[in-house]
């Protein structure tokens, strides 16, 4: 088996649900308990928040390249990044990778891709919505994306930072959040994808919301992560990506 290297840290409440995940998924599909090795390194969220917050965004590829090559130098045969919103330095990162990448949103493109869906309603912090990196990807994979309106990106955002990023989860929060995505479906998204990781401590084991798709992108990362450590084939950056 291949050995998976995790970015972690951004923040631990996601990083958590990635772990359970791999190794939860292998118990359902082989009823043993010979996962794969699974290396992580927690970087410091609030190092990450203040060189982001500062726009040092060169210190922000150097935090993450230099958890990539320990979780190299420890042995894993490949990484992924627990975070969507870190995806904004991706092909920064994977070009200056000792180890393949693994890219969450080609991930979800896939998944997508394979259900016939087209049109993505996305949720995420407000830089994942707003900056554009996100929306451009799932294009050149043939995806529209829809993002919410600006106060309603600022609902969800306050959520994932003030809220789940610690642990804190409230069931006003996730009504705020569904009326949200029932908003993106009338602009005609076919699914809704939980482009942050933090997002799917408010919808365990939900899997569509008013007849849409619910995507939890933290999951579909972690699941392929366990098949391409498994020896399947996997969604690394392809030459147009």
């Known amino acids: 088996m291949r050995k998976i290297g995790i970015v972690g840290g951004l923040s631990p409440e996601s990083t958590t649900l990635y772990y359970r995940t791999i190794i939860n998924e292998y118990r359902e599909k082989h ?3 010979n996962y794969p090795i699974i290396i992580i390194y927690s970087v410091s969220f609030d190092q990450f928040r203040e060189y982001w917050r500062s726009k040092k965004y060169e210190k922000v590829i150097e935090l ?13 045969d490949f990484a992924l990044i627990s975070a969507n919103t870190s995806h904004m330095f991706y092909n920064e990162v994977e070009a200056r990778s ?3 990448l693994l890219n969450i949103i080609d991930c979800l493109a ?5 259900d016939g869906i087209s049109k993505i309603g996305l949720l995420g912090t407000k830089y994942t919505l707003t900056l554009g990196f996100y929306s451009e990807r799932l294009r050149k994979h043939g ?4 993002v919410p309106e600006k106060e309603d990106i600022d609902i969800v955002n306050d959520i994932i930072f003030n809220e789940l990023t610690w642990g804190i989860i409230r069931e006003g929060s996730r009504r705020k959040v569904m009326k949200i995505m029932e908003k993106l479906k009338e602009k005609g998204s076919e699914a809704v994808a939980l482009a942050c990781t933090e997002l799917p401590l408010l919808f365990r ?3 569509e919301i008013y007849g849409m798709k619910l995507y939890d992108t933290a ?3 972690a699941v392929k992560a366990l098949d391409y450590a498994l020896g399947k084939n996997a969604c690394f950056k392809t030459a147009e990506i």
């Open 31 to 33: 009823h043993k308990q």
């Open 64 to 76: 993450l390249l230099k958890a990539i090559r320990a979780l190299g130098r420890a042995g894993a």
């Open 98 to 100: 000792p180890i393949p």
């Open 110 to 114: 896939e998944v997508a891709k394979m």
């Open 143 to 146: 995806l529209e994306a829809f």
């Open 205 to 207: 084991d939900t899997r």
């Open 219 to 221: 999951k579909i990362h």
